[in-house]
């Protein structure tokens, strides 16, 4: 067989196998697992009540949280909650009483949105977005994952920014976690819309 033959012969199966290759490479969900979120709204809702949204059997230390929401209006209550996961009955002040929340202060001259997780044996570790505008999307990530040598890394991403990281020492599994719209033991945020909520569960 002519020499300039079997050259072009390598050459087209090169680029086939190429061509699959990227193929495949589209079909993986661009994050490092290849997992895929598991979508629990992706439709504008009113945060209408506490509303449960599902279980999630085993939540792994790795996992992210993404959430975009709105802020239409303001109302009378002090504190009320867009958002929150947590094992248990989502009583006390535990470890794992905020897998995240999301939570929105109306009073007057104070107002700001509280983002917050357990992390790193503190039940309550948060970060405050203040003088939250109305009629503006947020775009929040709670991300959780894995850095090295047994340490995790937890990072909270305001459209696009990172507002905060911090190393979790303490990750661990939670198990029956429950994923709420609002939040049973407070008031759910009427003046909010939800556009967006998954859950990307790094089992």
Known sequence: MPWKLLVLIGILKFTLIRIGAEK???KVPQNYHGVSPLVVIDKDEEVSGNVLRGIIPVLSPENI????FRINQWTNIEWCAILQFFKG?????VYGHR???VMLKQQQGNQHIELSSSVDGVWNHWYGVYSPKLNYDYDVE???RYKG?????FTIVVNGEIVMTKDNYQAKQFYDVKMYT????AAFCGGVTISYLAVTNFL
């Not at 949280?65 to 975009?68: E, F, L, S, W, Y």
């Not at 009955?89 to 002040?93: E, I, P, Q, T, W």
């Open 89 to 93: 009955d989502g009583v006390g002040v």
């Open 149 to 153: 040598s047994g340490v995790y890394v």
């Open 99 to 101: 897998l995240p929340l």
């Open 65 to 68: 949280v993404h959430i975009k």
């Open 182 to 185: 609002g939040m049973p033991q």
């Open 142 to 144: 709670f991300r959780h």
């Open 24 to 26: 495949c490479f589209k």
